[in-house]
């Protein structure tokens, strides 16, 4: 049996989040009201398109509804954080259209040491027995905003999280890429050397893709461009593109590449560089969920989006408080595709 894990903008069955509870994330109890606001935001979003599913840890559930309003579907389970690309499974079709779940080793992004994964590192199961579809295991320790496939063969992967010692040591990239094809279906891996300098901080995944780059349609990748000099991302940003302009997809068809600009804000309020990103969008049924900044560049990344996906509709949301925790609004959602 062979199986495809489709690209993001085909039609979905749904959408898995998980509902923040308290962790080290969030350390106290401002900071957990504002996530939960932030994630409520997104849910909300979603649900305008396609049908929400959000799990949520232990007597949650009360005040996940209170926020999230009545056409989110609840369903407990235990959790330790809520990062739901990451810890949940990554859906794949078989040759007939039949979903499964890939449910990678979760190991706390590398085995952080603030990190706790006793139970994310069973969620991805237990989403794809509420989903009624089969599991399909991997040795490799891996999330989900670490790859991204345009379906028609290519994945783009980072150098310092699939083969980052944290991870799966040992690995060799021809390894890593077997396991990856078998996975997902592809044939053909994009490698990054790293990610966005903000992302090796201490909530940090060690450098996921979907915050750096991610394809449109197939042929088309967006990149995120840091402009200001001043800015670690410049230099980084500019060997994305150089690299990315030098390849050709899986067909072999050179990749249009298409900068979107970095906010204009380059520092958070402790002065630690950010990795605010536009990226780090979210595909759904109709509809584009578009990280913003309250930044001058929140319009024109969302110009680029509309022109890129006429037949969707951008909805801006507030990311900050999601970037503040170490990730942003592709890192909190999970497609489930249409069978």
Known sequence: MTYRMPPEWAPHE??????????PTFADDGELAAARAAWAAVARAVRRFE?????HGPGQGERA???LGPDVELVERELDDAWMRDIGP?????EQGRPAAVDWVFNGWGGQDWARWEHDAKIARQVADLAGVPV????????????????EGT?????TVQLGAGRNPGWSRERVEAEIHARLGTSKAIWLPHGL???????????HVDIVAAFARPGTVLVHTQRDPAHPDHARSRTYLEILRGETDARGRPLEVVEVPAPTVLKDEEGDWVDYSYINHYLCNGGVVLCAFDDPNDEVAAGIFRRLFPDREVTPVDARTIFAGGGGIHCITQQQPKS
Request: glycine letters at 14%; a negative charge; hydrophobic letters at 40%.
């Open 14 to 23: 749904r959408t898995w989040m998980a509902w923040p509870g308290p962790n």
């Open 51 to 55: 049908p929400v599913t959000m799990v």
């Open 65 to 67: 509804r209170a926020l």
């Open 90 to 94: 990554t859906f794949v079709l078989d």
């Open 136 to 151: 399909l295991s991997s040795e490799l320790v891996n999330e989900g905003g670490a790859v991204h496939v345009d379906g």
């Open 155 to 159: 994945v783009l992967l980072t150098e």
């Open 197 to 207: 300098s903000g992302d090796y901080g201490r909530y940090g995944t060690q450098g």
